[in-house]
């Protein structure tokens, strides 16, 4: 079965960072590049960033370029976003999602992470 | 970036009725445009790609169509399972945009 797994809730206090994990079954781990996409609570989905598993190379939205991180290990066919600095608006659900072309950044969404609960409070 | 606006924000419609959704991007995306699907607390569903592919397993009733800047999702037919909102999201540049939403609800 394809799918992607993400790990559970977080609560963190302001200033201070998450990584949330996001491990691949049921394909080709490198072949797929993984986006993350995040929502806050009852409003839209905002596009964070995107990796190639395969070379690592990431491009992040331009509203997270200087707090967030995507890295990869292949071995544990899993993708990792890291969030520093979190403020109480990053208060959110957190996706990671497939690109369904292989080998494409050019892509659309086709397997979704089931999210993950991140809450910034003091 | 490439700014997504969907129209309308919210739709009040009956099973079994049609319904249109637009999306208008400020500049063109081509035809890499996706429309998804989210249920309540649940993750986005990928219904359509490449402006008007459906997706595998998704239903004949969505349709899409459009290229360079005019999209529209239609629901054809709907069922009690389509009362959800959507989104539209390109995926011609960086950084990857969606659209604001239109929620589908129960009239």
């Known amino acids: 079965q394809v799918q992607v797994v993400q790990s559970g809730a977080e609560v963190k206090k302001p200033g201070a960072s998450v990584k949330i994990s996001c491990e691949a079954s049921g394909y080709a781990f490198t072949n797929h590049y993984i986006q993350w996409v995040r929502q806050a609570p009852g409003l839209g989905l905002e596009w964070m960033g995107i990796v190639n598993p395969d070379s690592g190379t990431t491009s992040y939205a331009q509203n997270f370029q200087d707090r967030v991180t995507m890295t990869t290990d292949t071995s544990a066919r899993t993708v990792y976003m890291e969030l520093r600095s979190l403020r109480l608006e990053d208060t959110a659900v957190y996706y990671c999602?497939?690109?369904?072309?292989?080998?494409?950044?050019?892509?659309?969404?086709?397997?979704w992470g089931q999210g993950t609960m991140v809450t910034v409070s003091s | 970036d490439i700014q997504m606006t969907q129209s309308p924000s919210t739709l009040s419609a009956s099973v079994g009725d049609r319904v249109t959704i637009t999306c208008r991007a400020s500049h063109s995306v081509n035809t890499w445009l996706a429309w998804y699907r989210q249920k309540p607390g649940k993750a986005p569903e990928l219904l359509i790609l490449?402006?008007?592919n459906v997706a595998s397993g998704v239903p004949s009733r969505f349709t899409g169509s459009g290229s360079g800047t005019e999209f529209t999702l239609t629901i054809s037919n709907l069922q009690p399972d389509d009362f959800a909102t959507y989104y539209c999201?390109?995926?011609?540049?960086?950084?990857?945009?969606f659209g604001g939403g239109t929620r589908v609800e129960i009239k």
């Open positions: 999602a497939r690109g369904r072309s292989g080998g494409n950044s050019r892509s659309p969404l086709d397997i």
């Open positions: 490449e402006a008007s």
């Open positions: 999201q390109q995926y011609n540049a960086y950084p990857r945009t």
